[in-house]
């Protein structure tokens, strides 16, 4: 009995210091995997990432992940005028491989969002333009207020406001359309078409990991939320 209590005391503290290194291993991985991050994507500050699953250990001599959820804050998506910042975004990787000496990983599946504010819109839209919350679609599509503004000779000052639709195109690019214009009578069609020049525009976000395509967009008071979806997701190398 004395022996076999004395076993069962080497196997918990064995146990314990298994499940301690680990824990730290995994800490380790994860701020790395960050810092990675934060430098090839050039973001202001280290993501959030989280590697899931038990023992992790076992996980990296597999090489390959269960589950690895990347949480960031002010991607920028793009260049120059066009550029569309993006407020926040959460991914969920699952299947990830690890290769080339754990320099290359690409996950087997991945689902995320990202939030995007009015403000921000707003620095992307056409000159003249701001974006706002256009209240609940009935078609469950997403919807948003879109105002312009613009000075054109002999009319003057022309300000208008229209509900615009937002969906995505090309599995990479956000479009806003409004179906009509109202209280264009008067003008010159030549105003109505410059009003629609502005308020009609797109804007791809560009530097999406390869395998990851925007799928649907939806709208609420704090920006839209634009769901992504994919398939062999290539995170590096």
Request: proline share 3%; charged share 20%.
């Amino acid at each position: 009995m004395r022996a076999l209590r004395i076993l069962l005391i080497i196997v918990v503290i064995l146990g314990g210091l298994f499940v301690a290194a680990d824990r730290v291993a995994l800490h380790f991985a994860e701020s790395e995997a960050a810092s990675k991050a934060q430098q090839t994507q050039g973001l202001s500050e280290k993501p959030d990432v989280s590697i899931h699953g038990f023992p992790f250990l076992t996980q990296v001599a597999s090489k390959k992940l269960d589950d690895v959820t990347v949480t960031a804050n002010g991607i920028t998506a793009g260049t120059g005028g066009t550029a569309l910042r993006i407020d926040r975004f959460t991914a969920d990787l699952r299947g990830v491989r690890l290769g080339n000496g754990f320099a290359s990983a690409v996950a087997d599946t991945a689902d995320g969002s990202a939030l995007v504010t009015y403000a921000d819109l707003t620095k992307a839209a056409p000159d003249g333009v701001s974006v706002a919350y256009g209240g609940a679609a009935a078609n469950g599509k997403g919807k948003v207020k879109l105002t312009v503004s613009l000075s054109l000779p002999v009319v003057g000052t022309v300000k208008r406001s229209v509900v615009s639709q937002v969906s995505v195109t090309g599995g990479n690019t956000i479009q806003l359309h409004a179906d009509s214009i109202p209280n264009v009578s008067g003008l010159p069609s030549s105003v109505e078409t410059l009003i629609r020049g502005q308020i009609d525009f797109a804007r791809k976000l560009v530097g999406l990991p390869e395998g990851i395509e925007l799928k649907s967009v939806d709208t609420s008071p704090e920006g839209i939320t634009i769901a992504a979806t994919g398939t062999k997701v290539v995170l590096a190398g």
